[in-house]
């Protein structure tokens, strides 16, 4: 069984651009979340996806934004980078259904670095 | 609101030694509790977890961990260290709106030969 995927692992921009990273859940997984990993702020939770509908969403600027498509598929996009925008994301699904207290299955992630 | 903390951003170990990895939570509700490990340049990695039933958990690669509900805790242990064992572990606690975790800030385990 594939794990989690995302793409690309690596990416480097511009302050000022934009970014879109992709993530394909496990075969099933309908949910899927977004993490942001810094070494001064940790593992921040960005927002979470559940059958195309955003479900949860934590405390970050509109700059970060995503979707997830039928087949549960998932970008996040930032605009307007910033230096601190700087971070490993990643990507975690689960079969989330009617329970909700599962775990998650993650991604290797992203590592985006803005100059 | 539910969070984690684990006390002790590094820990080191002699190969061979006990492992303890300290994690307290704070939750209003019956918590649902993990634990991750994460190695270099890689995503995270479910170790065990912790959501009804058995107090004590068994994980992955020798790991356990015990739910403690008076003393709020779910400490991570494993009775001999390896050198594969370092890494970053992280505490995480599930939230009842959602599939979203709170992450604790971690913790690095070095373990010296």
């Known amino acids: 069984k594939a794990g989690v995927t995302q793409t690309p692992r690596y990416l480097i921009k511009t302050r000022g651009q934009q970014v879109t990273l992709s993530c394909s859940p496990i075969?099933?997984?309908?949910?899927v979340s977004w993490y942001q990993q810094t070494p001064g702020q940790g593992l921040q939770f960005l927002f979470e996806?559940?059958?195309?509908?955003?479900?949860n969403k934590g405390n970050f600027p509109g700059r970060f934004s995503g979707r997830q498509f039928s087949n549960s598929r998932s970008e996040m996009n930032v605009s307007t980078l910033e230096l601190g925008d700087s971070a490993l994301y990643l990507c975690?699904?689960?079969?989330?259904?009617?329970?909700?207290?599962?775990?998650?299955?993650f991604g290797q992630g992203t590592r985006l670095t803005v100059v | 609101a539910q969070s984690v903390t684990q006390l002790g951003s590094h820990v080191s170990v002699s190969e061979g030694a006990l492992v303890l990895l300290r994690c307290n939570y704070s939750?209003?509700?019956?918590?649902?509790l993990f634990w991750y490990v994460q190695y270099p340049n890689q995503g995270l990695q479910l170790l065990l977890k912790?959501?009804?039933?058995?107090?004590l958990v068994k994980g992955i690669n020798g790991f356990e961990a015990e739910f403690k509900k008076s003393e709020t805790s779910f400490h991570l242990t494993k009775p001999s260290a390896h050198m594969s064992d370092a890494a970053e572990y992280f505490c995480?606690?599930?939230?009842?709106?959602?599939?979203?975790?709170?992450f604790g800030t971690g913790t690095s385990l070095t373990v010296i030969p």
């Open positions: 912790y959501t009804t039933g058995a107090t």
């Open positions: 075969s099933g997984h309908r949910s």
């Open positions: 995480a606690v599930n939230s009842n709106t959602g599939n979203q975790f709170y």
């Open positions: 996806y559940f059958s195309e509908t955003q479900r």
């Open positions: 939750s209003s509700v019956p918590p649902y």
């Open positions: 975690a699904s689960s079969r989330t259904g009617v329970v909700v207290q599962t775990e998650a299955f």
